[in-house]
């Protein structure tokens, strides 16, 4: 979760067991070649400016069995996200729990207002809202409650840790749940208000861990462990159903 500098990407092609697969191959100053599958069954390798493609290929068919593996789990997963219409009856996430969203056209509502009823997320907009105002209106409503929830899991946590980020930022994150700069900034994904509360904390936590420790040594994850000592619990959770926190 630690931001690089210099990037270069482009999209590659291999041929694993008779089949074809693409995967996009992510250039940095990184020391190590890496992969990441995503929930999307997107391949996503990352490795360091100068790495020859034959060694990159070599990488790959040494990890063909768990590639393939996995792509497999990821499309035999349950259709759990379904495309959001913006429309009655849509299910959205918020700290865990899943709602229906309820729309309530009020001509009297002079701004938009999201609450709450037992099972359902109800929003109250002003008379023929279209799609893209209600998605607008949303997604406004998610990062303005992200904001609140993650500084002020930043105000519990840093105390514990000992240090302070210079400057947290709430934004979208296409790849990420978090990262932190080598300047003592810290990046967080809105998406998160979406998940349970614990999985939150556990990013929070990561990431201010990286204000001691800028990598993922042992020592990092000791330090991780010290203050959530169940964190694999929750980077579990993540890893399995982060693609749930969808907003499309």
């Not at 609450?115 to 279209?130: A, K, T, W």
Request: charged content about 30%.
């Amino acid at each position: 979760m630690i931001k690089s500098q210099k990037t270069v990407e482009t999209l590659s092609r291999i041929n694993l067991d008779g089949k074809e697969m693409e995967y996009y191959l992510r250039r940095s100053s990184r020391r190590t070649v890496s992969i990441m599958i995503k929930n999307t069954g997107q391949v996503i390798v990352a490795c360091p400016l100068k790495t020859p493609l034959a060694y990159i290929e070599k990488f790959l068919f040494e990890k063909e069995k768990w590639i393939l593996k996995t792509l497999t789990e990821i499309q035999e997963k349950p259709a759990r996200v379904m495309k959001k219409t913006f429309d009655n009856g849509d299910l959205f996430y918020y700290l865990g729990k899943e709602y229906k969203l309820k729309i309530v056209e009020n001509n009297i509502t002079k701004k938009p207002n999201v609450r709450f009823e037992e099972e359902l997320m109800v929003l109250e907009i002003s008379d023929n809202p279209d799609k893209e105002k209600i998605k607008s209106v949303l997604k406004k409503w998610y990062i303005s409650k992200a904001r609140e929830l993650l500084a002020e899991r930043i105000r519990i946590y840093s105390p514990l840790i000992g240090l302070s980020p210079k400057k947290l930022a709430v934004k979208e994150q296409k790849t990420r749940w978090g990262s932190c700069s080598s300047k003592g900034n810290i990046n967080l994904n809105w998406k998160l208000v979406m998940s349970p509360l614990p999985v939150a904390d556990y990013v929070v936590i990561h990431e201010l861990c990286h204000l001691k420790e800028m990598n993922h040594s042992k020592k990092f994850w000791g330090i991780v462990e010290a203050i959530m000592p169940d964190y694999k619990v929750y980077r579990k959770w993540l890893k399995e159903n982060g693609y749930t926190l969808s907003f499309e």
